[in-house]
């Protein structure tokens, strides 16, 4: 295993016996999430940005946090303040100045803006363009000057996109895919459009390996192709392929351009989809918007077009290249989802569909039925009772929000159900139309979920489909009886692993996966976790180079083998030491 535990120890805060779950009383106060003063002191940090050439890098905006950690918990007294998170932009000669600042660890990056694309993010002591650089530590009163932070360049790849026989297309769009170190899967990575000698410029990439694509059908309107011509042009990946997994991978080095990625598009047989949309009564649709998604590279799937059924119900979808597809649609439902039409708001359509669909031929009389979508009613409740009244505090069950969102993955698509928090801890989640997430936000200080079930069964961090007897037996429960995970992080020869990142993973089961929550390790390898629930988790110190760049669950799990288990009870407070797993 290349993740050892050296040692693990923990404590649990001495509680009361949880009183049983409480309801408020219409008008209650209770104690108000009002948000922390920042921390103050003498300190002062001063410095300037630079590019790789050592001429200053004005109006950029540098940021500064604080990233402390506490030997200990103390978990009985609760914050004063909370960490400095500044920002301040550069002057003429790039510049900055940080003032007031309170003795702690601290962390300087600076970012470019929109119009600043040959620049990547820099860091103060940064080692690698993506990395956000080493915490250092600040004293009290202590000037520090001279925190120079160097911003690298970006890279740039070039070409032509022609056709079959080598005429330019103009206004091709054409993508890159990203291929992290370490990680399974590519994502995507910015775009451009060719001009009219079908020559396109990529700009703003971190150095790297990538592939390369052009897809004519990606933002085109589906339905204007010509019968006559049954062909055209599909995805095309560099050199010439029809696949990510034959197409030849591009480097990209800071601040150089990769020139000559030229390619000719492979043209195909192009087919015709026609059908109808109708509802759950059997009833057309009209008229109602549809998306059509396929995989364009990366994780998960991509919006490249839509359509809107005629005053029967009707589509016809031409120019589709063979491949897998899928026709979503979605309920509109307003305020969310409201749809305006020649200047007016259309009625909600409270149905859904996703409709699986393979070409390789073309099709006729394709049916897409929708299903109603559910409302499914739901409570909170507070394990261990409300917090106590402060009289004229403003009530935090206000904050109190629900969601209940796709999980990633094929198909994911949308955004989630929101419900509000009534006074009497009461919610609505509507138009649900596939298996969901359940979360809860804006929680009172010193407060974490603890569980959310379905009558008797737990589905925290699970998607679970829902049915109409759900309704109702929805239940968030929170919790003051708060959980968390301390220690170091070492590398293999002992040192503090101060580029690492703790992951808390969600033990893979039953359809539970993921990343849970991460700390930082500071200057003397020590990290803090805070503010946690009970449950299995996997734990693992990991470089931050290994770190998925997106919400991938396979990704997470893939790092779970590598990590410990580790059991947490409520008001349970963990310590755990260490060692770099992987690249240490």
Not at 124 to 153: C, H, N, W
Not at 180 to 205: E, H, Y
Request: proline content about 9%; aromatic content about 6%; cysteine-free.
């Amino acid at each position: 295993m290349l993740l050892s535990v050296i040692a693990v120890t923990s404590f649990i805060l001495a509680a009361q016996p949880p009183a049983p779950p409480l309801l408020p009383q219409f008008g209650q106060s209770r104690d108000p999430r009002q948000r922390l003063p920042e921390a103050t002191g003498t300190a002062v940090i001063r410095g300037r940005v630079v590019n790789t050439d050592g001429h200053p890098v004005k109006r950029v905006v540098v940021t500064l946090n604080q990233t402390n950690v506490d030997t200990e918990f103390n978990p009985a007294n609760a914050p004063t303040t909370r960490p400095i998170s500044r920002t301040v932009m550069t002057d003429a000669q790039g510049q900055f100045q940080f003032e007031h600042l309170p003795a702690g660890f601290y962390r300087l990056s600076a970012r470019p803006d929109q119009f600043q694309a040959q620049y990547l993010m820099g860091a103060y002591g940064q080692k690698r363009p993506d990395s956000p650089g080493p915490p250092f530590e600040v004293a009290d009163g202590q000037m520090l000057s001279g925190a120079t932070i160097v911003m690298p360049r970006s890279g740039v790849i070039t070409g032509r996109v022609t056709d079959d026989e080598g005429e330019p297309i103009a206004r091709a769009p054409v993508s890159v895919l990203f291929f992290p170190p370490g990680s399974a899967s590519p994502v995507r990575n910015g775009g451009a459009q060719t001009d009219d000698l079908g020559r396109f410029r990529l700009f703003g990439l971190q150095p790297g390996d990538y592939a390369v694509f052009a897809d004519v059908r990606n933002g085109n309107n589906f339905g204007v192709e010509s019968d006559t011509d049954p062909t055209g042009f599909t995805t095309t990946y560099y050199p010439g392929v029809a696949s990510e997994a034959e197409a030849q991978r591009v480097q990209v080095r800071s601040g150089a351009e990769t020139s000559g990625v030229d390619f000719r598009l492979i043209r195909g047989r192009l087919f015709t989809v026609s059908g109808t949309v109708i509802n759950s009564q059997g009833q057309p649709l009209s008229p109602i918007n549809v998306m059509v998604m396929r995989s364009l590279g990366g994780p998960g799937e991509n919006v490249v077009n839509g359509f809107s059924t005629d005053g029967q119900g009707h589509f016809t979808l031409r120019g589709l290249t063979p491949g897998d597809y899928k026709l979503v649609v979605r309920p509109r439902i307003a305020p969310q989802g409201a749809m305006i039409m020649n200047g007016r708001q259309m009625p909600d359509m409270a149905e859904f569909a996703n409709f699986d669909l393979h070409v390789d031929s073309d099709m006729t009389d394709v049916v897409i039925t929708t299903r109603p979508t559910l409302s499914i009613a739901g409570r909170v409740m507070f394990a261990e009772g409300l917090p106590p009244a402060v009289p004229g505090s403003p009530d935090p069950v206000r904050s109190l929000r629900v969601s209940a969102a796709t999980p990633p993955g094929p198909g994911a698509f949308g955004p989630p159900s929101n419900a509000e928090v009534a006074s009497d801890l009461s919610f609505t989640l509507k138009g649900l139309s596939s298996a969901a997430i359940v979360r809860i936000n804006g929680l009172p200080r010193n407060f974490v979920l603890k569980q959310v079930l379905v009558g008797t069964e737990d589905i925290t961090d699970r998607p679970h489909e829902f049915v109409d007897r759900d309704s109702g037996e929805l239940q968030i429960v929170l919790t003051s009886r708060v959980s968390g995970v301390s220690g170091t992080a070492v590398d293999g020869s002992g040192k503090p692993a101060v580029d690492a990142v703790v992951l808390l993973l969600l033990e893979p089961q039953q359809g539970r996966s993921g990343l849970y929550r991460t700390g930082s390790v500071d200057p003397r390898g020590r990290f803090q976790i805070p503010a946690l629930r009970s449950g299995s988790f996997v734990v693992l110190a990991v470089p931050r180079d290994r770190m998925p760049r997106v919400n991938n669950p396979d990704a997470y799990d893939a790092l779970a083998k590598e990590g410990q288990p580790i059991a947490i009870g409520d008001g349970e407070f963990k310590v755990i030491d260490l060692k770099l797993s992987g690249g240490g």
